[in-house]
């Protein structure tokens, strides 16, 4: 038997032809939202969800995050300039501000912003169809005239899909505009941005190690109940953000689901909140804890290598082991599955290497009845047909 044949070939070309146009089934309505959970799911999730010992991930202790829950603009004034009196290095505020309120609300925010030395404010990326174009949309220029902004948008944040990556830089009107949390880090230590660029990735898997237990969070009423306690937040970064009313109260607003979320399959609740995400960017950059991963060509390159090795053992045991072919092919999947979970968890476990082989589990569920199909009809019928042209025009002996 050649390891390299026609059979082969077929049949890894048919898995192939049915795994680009698999998902087109679901676009009906009635079964889109299953597919957007099987497209969501990653099996590198329960490294994050189950795997990682979480009580052993230390505080970060460079990062404090307040709370604004539902106070008004002059009240998160007043929380500013509570906290900013004990000099932290950098204040950032993870909130739009982008309808002008009035001299009664605006002002005493203007004026507490005024007095921060390095102010990061959020701004968002937004598509115009008509234009063509992305634009960068700010809070009002009375406050932005104080800030430094970075947009707050995440990769896959729409339809309630996982947030796994972030893009550090993107161009809004031609300009280049940095991620918030990029922005942030840059002002807080400037040299772990550089070593960002310098990776030159147009996203980053977002390294995620903590939420709100690992961070020390001020909530909201606190900050004014104790509004002479916070000297541990000189020289530190202050995330200003929503986390509920109070952090013991859930909240789906600006909550998003993270592959910690330990229901990572069909997920019920989102589990964290956007200011937490950008805690974790920022912690992630200031650390060098970096995900690698392989690009999408070498990735796309690697399945059908896989998938081809895949079919010519299905090949192999159909024509060396044929009486046990049924029992051996169930092993050989088998054995598969558990190689793949195997070196795609140790990959990322220990050495932070992101590895995409999500098709290959698909590819496996379908391979044996592609390679029985293959050769238990099409191959013979293309065959007869083949025999029966050729006869018909085999030339008539004289």
């Known amino acids: 038997m050649r390891f390299f044949s026609i059979d082969n070939i077929i049949t890894t070309g048919l898995i192939l032809l049915i795994l680009k146009f698999f998902f087109v089934i679901f676009q009906v309505d009635f079964l889109n939202q299953l597919n957007n959970q099987i497209q969501d799911f990653q099996i590198n999730d329960i490294v994050f969800s189950r795997l990682k010992d979480r009580d052993a991930v230390e505080p970060d202790t460079n990062i404090v995050i307040v709370n604004i829950g539902e106070l008004?603009?002059?009240?998160?004034?007043?929380?500013?300039?509570?906290?900013n009196r004990f000099e932290p290095k950098v204040v950032a505020v993870d909130v739009a501000f982008s309808k002008v309120k009035g001299d009664e609300m605006d002002r005493p925010l203007a004026d507490a912003f005024s007095k921060v030395?390095?102010?990061?404010?959020?701004?968002?990326?937004?598509?115009?169809?008509?234009?063509?174009?992305?634009?960068?949309?700010?809070?009002?220029?009375?406050?932005?005239?104080?800030?430094?902004?970075?947009?707050?948008?995440?990769?896959?944040?729409?339809?309630?899909?996982?947030?796994?990556?972030?893009?550090?830089?993107?161009y809004a009107?031609?300009?280049?505009?940095?991620?918030?949390?990029?922005?942030?880090?840059?002002?807080?230590?400037?040299?772990?941005?550089?070593?960002?660029?310098?990776?030159?990735?147009?996203?980053?898997?977002?390294?995620?190690?903590?939420?709100?237990?690992?961070?020390?969070?001020?909530?909201?009423e606190e900050v004014f109940n104790k509004r002479d306690s916070f000297s541990y937040v000189k020289g530190k970064i202050v995330l200003f953000g929503y986390l509920g009313p109070d952090v013991k109260t859930l909240s789906t607003e600006d909550n998003f689901y993270t592959p910690m979320n330990s229901n990572y399959i069909g997920k019920s609740y989102p589990d964290?909140?956007?200011?937490?995400?950008?805690?974790?960017?920022?912690?992630?950059?200031?650390n060098g804890r970096y995900i690698y991963a392989m690009s999408d060509n070498?990735?796309?390159?690697?399945?059908?290598?896989?998938?081809?090795?895949?079919?010519?053992?299905?090949?192999?045991?159909?024509?060396?082991?044929?009486?046990?072919y049924e029992s051996l092919s169930l092993v050989f999947i088998f054995a598969e599955?558990?190689?793949?979970?195997?070196?795609?968890?140790?990959?990322?476990?220990?050495?932070?290497?992101?590895?995409?082989?999500?098709?290959?589990?698909?590819?496996?569920?379908?391979?044996?009845?592609?390679?029985?199909?293959?050769f238990g009809s099409f191959k013979p019928l293309t065959k007869s047909v083949i025999d029966k042209i050729g006869y018909k025009f085999k030339p008539a002996k004289m």
Do not use: W
């Open 72 to 83: 008004k603009r002059d009240k998160i004034a007043e929380q500013i300039n509570i906290i």
């Open 337 to 374: 599955f558990a190689l793949f979970f195997f070196v795609m968890f140790s990959l990322l476990y220990y050495f932070n290497y992101y590895l995409n082989l999500k098709n290959m589990f698909f590819v496996l569920a379908v391979s044996e009845m592609v390679s029985e199909s293959y």
């Open 173 to 220: 009107n031609k300009d280049p505009v940095m991620a918030f949390s990029v922005k942030v880090a840059e002002l807080y230590y400037p040299y772990a941005v550089k070593m960002l660029f310098d990776r030159n990735n147009e996203s980053e898997i977002i390294y995620f190690e903590r939420n709100l237990n690992k961070y020390k969070v001020i909530d909201c």
């Open 117 to 170: 030395k390095k102010l990061v404010l959020v701004s968002r990326l937004s598509y115009d169809k008509e234009k063509d174009k992305i634009e960068l949309v700010k809070s009002i220029p009375l406050f932005t005239q104080y800030a430094q902004c970075g947009f707050a948008n995440f990769i896959d944040e729409e339809d309630f899909r996982t947030v796994r990556k972030f893009s550090p830089r993107e």
């Open 298 to 324: 070498y990735v796309l390159i690697l399945t059908i290598v896989l998938t081809y090795l895949t079919m010519a053992g299905f090949t192999y045991l159909r024509i060396k082991h044929a009486e046990a």
């Open 272 to 286: 964290m909140y956007g200011v937490a995400v950008h805690a974790n960017i920022i912690s992630m950059l200031l």
